[in-house]
């Protein structure tokens, strides 16, 4: 008999030879257990223990001396199926825990980036997005710092018909970007900083002599940063 088979029921290793032992001697000591099992007396007592603790053994007294008995190997069936009815209701939390882990990861997403490398990952983000992407800020400083890797990213987007609508500058008027629809605020409103809202998410590039982005994936953060592109799109001029 494989004592291992025993541990699946939720016995120890320990418990498991223990039983063994003992459904082939009888009524057995805790000397004649060890002898039989292999395992040293002082941890016999522990196993036998726990045996008594699941039902599975009981004690007698015989001529002063105290024997073990194995208890019908039925309650191994009871064992097993409890530790099903807990396994089922463990299973119930798992929703639970699968909401609080998202929630979780909502509130702790934030990614910061260095280097025109950091950029590029930024931007191979934005062409994962399942919505349009919302620029504002833009100077087309992108296009002074990756004048080749804009252009081909800027394709790929196309090619993915992933949309844009640009709050720019005037004076990078006129512009006309395919699949993308542009509007101006005044030249005094100059910025370094690049502004992308896109599938729950904002990224800010900052264009500066060593340029940094803080990639940000908060549902209120993206909500807010929306309500504010919204508002500019609207007294922006075409």
């Not at 699941?54 to 530790?83: D, Y």
């Not at 004048?147 to 006309?176: C, F, G, L, Q, S």
Request: aromatic share 10%.
């Amino acid at each position: 008999m494989d004592w291992h088979q025993l541990e699946q029921a939720g016995l120890s290793p320990n418990e498991a030879k223990c039983y063994i032992a003992l459904l082939k001697l009888g009524s057995a000591s805790a000397n004649e257990i060890s002898r039989k099992s292999g395992i040293h007396r002082v941890s016999v007592y522990d196993a036998l223990r726990g045996l008594r603790e699941k039902g599975l053994i009981s004690q007698i007294m015989r001529a002063n001396k105290l024997l073990f008995e194995a208890g019908n190997p039925e309650k191994i069936q009871e064992l097993i199926q409890e530790k099903e009815n807990q396994l089922e209701e463990a299973k119930k939390v798992i929703p639970q825990l699968l909401l609080e882990f998202k929630l979780a990861k909502q509130k702790q997403e934030i990614h910061s980036f260095k280097g025109l490398a950091g950029i590029k990952t930024v931007l191979q983000e934005m062409l994962k997005s399942a919505t349009e992407i919302l620029d504002f800020g833009a100077e087309y400083k992108i296009k002074e710092f990756l004048p080749y890797d804009y252009p081909k990213w800027d394709k790929e987007r196309v090619k993915r018909k992933i949309k844009m609508r640009i709050v720019a500058n005037i004076k990078i008027k006129p512009t006309k970007i395919l699949l993308t629809e542009i509007k101006f605020v005044p030249k005094e409103f100059a910025s370094a900083v690049s502004t992308y809202i896109f599938d729950g998410k904002v990224a800010l590039i900052m264009w500066v002599d060593s340029p940094l982005a803080v990639l940000i994936e908060h549902q209120a953060v993206y909500e807010s940063y929306k309500s504010y592109f919204e508002y500019l799109w609207k007294t922006a001029v075409s």
